[in-house]
């Protein structure tokens, strides 16, 4: 008997026959006399909804052109976003017992699942497993509703969009569980995101370090810190689809610890995301200490910088400084510069919205080299211009216009020959 953690996201829960499929799963594992604890997410489109009603309710009270949710409504934004998942919940613990399993639904502050205070973005600091043990080892399955905790002032908070994958790599972690088994709309983690590029190819494998990069820098299949989690502690994940038939073949894609067993690649995946604005800094006095004033301004702000690259005219004794924020802080960011403009002494301000940062990531980068001239003659082939670079030791990052995104991603792949098993 194993213990298993099954989680499914929002399109596999999109619908009672969807529902229906998910307890069909479940039930598969629970006969073979596993004991199961199942994460689920809201049905897919239900989130946005909701965080919509709280973005245009928010708009009204400060006067309805701002983009950034006011911090003094986080905890009320959590109360709305996370129930969603409870009514997932619920209803597959219905179809369960309906099969005749033992199961109950547990919301995050039921178990309890304990977070930090950063409401909309919270933390897992522990979870008491002790209640959710008990339950397991009379017979009971868990039915989980991912995404939420509960925060030290006693409120529901969320873990972040596509948290619930976070939900259930730390259950995994508290219960011990032997397997962690993530299921989606795609059959694993691809070389690049399968919708864009109908050539991208499932990996067998892929090392800790690349998904963290690849979800990180974009590939939305697994939340950033569900990986973090997964890595530190040591527990492979395997993702697979919900939407496989009965009987077939579905071995999704494990992402476990870097072995002699990987593929031997220098690049393993091509990321994007559309969630980065560019900022760009005219004619800033070209002397010590200017780029931490602005990056000082910017987290005084709360805001998040992260491609950075600066031009400097000698001739002038002036730089341009061009960076990165998340497009959701862009008005908060502007307005924060502005404040400052003649106290640090600068020209003027520009910004983008319309960029995408696309990536090349693989641990084979390490040890070779040539990678980012074949990445920059591929953009340039096709006429795409480069704005920002940013680089690690196993990637490489442009920012673009947004309208070369799905030209520059599959201009990438087939530049390091990622269709090619
Ligand atoms: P869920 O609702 O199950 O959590 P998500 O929508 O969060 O599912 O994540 C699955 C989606 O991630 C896929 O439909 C796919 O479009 C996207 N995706 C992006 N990059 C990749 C990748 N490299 N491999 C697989 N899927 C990817
Ligand atoms: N329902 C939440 C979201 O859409 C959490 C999740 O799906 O993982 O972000
Ligand atoms: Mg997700």
Not at 29 to 46: K, L, Q, Y
Not at 375 to 384: D, S, Y
Request: with cysteine; hydrophobic share 45%.
């Amino acid at each position: 008997m194993a213990r298993i953690v099954m989680k499914f996201g929002g399109t596999s829960v999109a619908d009672l026959d969807r529902i229906r499929r998910v307890a069909d799963l479940v039930e598969g594992e629970a006969r073979a006399g596993h004991e199961v604890a199942v994460v689920v997410s809201a049905m897919s489109g239900e989130t946005n909804r909701l965080v919509a009603f709280v973005d245009a309710l928010d708009g009204d009270l400060v006067g309805g052109d701002n983009k950034t949710r006011g911090d003094a409504i986080d905890d009320e934004y959590d109360a709305i976003v996370s129930s969603g998942e409870q009514v997932t919940s619920g209803l597959l613990a219905i179809a369960l017992r309906r099969r005749g399993l033992k199961a109950r639904s547990w919301l995050g502050w039921q178990i309890p699942l304990k977070t930090d205070m950063a409401h909309g973005k919270a933390r897992i600091e522990a979870i008491d497993n002790e209640l959710l043990d008990t339950s397991m080892s009379s017979g009971n399955i868990a039915v989980v509703a991912g995404f939420q905790g509960i925060a030290a002032d006693g409120r529901i908070s969320t873990l972040g969009r596509g948290g619930s994958d976070t939900s259930a790599v730390a259950l995994a972690v508290a219960l011990k569980a032997d397997r962690c088994d993530i299921y989606t709309d795609v059959d694993g983690i691809y070389t690049t995101d399968p919708r864009i590029v109908l050539e991208a190819r499932r990996l067998k494998r892929i090392a800790f370090e690349e998904m963290l990069e690849l979800a990180s820098l974009g590939a939305k299949v697994l939340q950033v810190r569900s990986v973090e989690l997964a890595m530190n502690n040591n527990l492979p994940i395997r993702v697979l689809t919900s939407f496989a038939e009965d009987g077939a073949d579905n071995p999704g894609t494990l992402v476990c610890h870097e072995d002699e067993t990987m593929e031997e690649r220098v690049v393993s995946g091509v990321a994007y995301s559309r969630d980065e604005a560019q900022i760009t800094i005219l004619r800033l006095a070209d002397k010590p200490g200017m780029v931490a004033k602005i990056c000082k301004t910017m987290s005084d702000a709360n805001v998040i910088v992260d491609m950075i690259v600066q031009s400097i005219s000698k001739a002038e004794s002036a730089a341009n400084l061009t960076f990165t924020v998340g497009k959701r802080d862009l008005d908060k960011a502007l307005a924060a510069l502005e404040a400052v403009k003649d106290e640090i002494g600068f020209e003027g301000i520009t910004s983008d919205s319309n960029v995408t940062k696309v990536s090349i990531v693989g641990i084979g980068m390490r040890s070779h080299t040539g990678v980012a001239q074949t990445m920059f003659e591929a953009l340039a082939e096709r006429g795409i211009n480069v704005e920002v670079i940013a680089t690690s030791e196993i990637k490489i990052s442009v920012l673009i216009n947004a309208e070369y995104t799905e030209l520059a991603v599959r201009a990438l792949h087939s530049a390091f020959e990622l269709e090619v098993a």
